[in-house]
């Protein structure tokens, strides 16, 4: 029996979102490929960057192999970052012999070489285009919600604020 680890991923710590959708289906799978599940990582955060400290762990985890492969709700919960970052974790995973299947897209199958790997190219930047679009309709939300005279972030002098303006975030936000 192969050990498997699950890695699970949403976009936000609240209730509109529970990585339990994801849990349960992700075990009914690794049961019927007849794989023993050994680890969990489950992440509460936007999958655009690599700061995702269960998500972290698990590449540490595959490069100690104490799993064989991992099993994920889609590709696009794995990692959004575009085509160059998330082949190069799956090339991380590759070298430490540990798979990747994903539940949604079966073809998913990273054990499986071939068309498997033009697909994920494909479907990387299909997840990073999504991310875009994503961060493109909010800012249109803020823009109209402004326009509409609505008073947007928090109250000035917060620390938060100063905090990204010295990183410079609201100019880059400014700026697109």
């Known amino acids: 029996m192969k050990k498997t680890a699950l890695y699970l991923r949403v976009s936000k710590d609240d209730e509109s979102q529970d990585p339990a959708n994801q849990l349960e289906p992700l075990l009914q799978m690794a049961e019927s490929l007849d794989l023993e599940v ?25 490069r100690k192999h104490k799993f064989d492969m991992v099993l994920v709700w889609s590709l696009d919960r794995f990692s959004r970052e ?27 199958d990273t054990s499986d070489e071939g068309v498997g790997q033009l697909l994920i190219a494909i479907m990387s930047w299909v997840a990073e285009q ?6 493109e309709r909010t800012k249109a939300g803020l823009m109209v919600a402004k326009a509409n005279g609505k008073k947007l972030g928090r109250p000035s002098g917060s620390k938060d604020k100063a905090r990204r303006k010295k990183s410079g975030y609201l100019l880059r936000w400014a700026n697109n």
């Open 38 to 62: 050994v680890a969990r990582y489950i992440d509460t955060t936007s999958g655009g960057s690599a700061n995702r400290p269960e998500f972290q762990r698990m590449l540490k985890d595959a």
């Open 82 to 108: 575009g085509i160059g970052n998330t082949l190069a974790y799956l090339e991380k995973l590759k070298q430490a012999r540990v798979g990747l299947k994903s539940l949604q897209e079966s073809w998913l």
């Open 130 to 135: 999504e991310r875009l679009r994503i961060s």
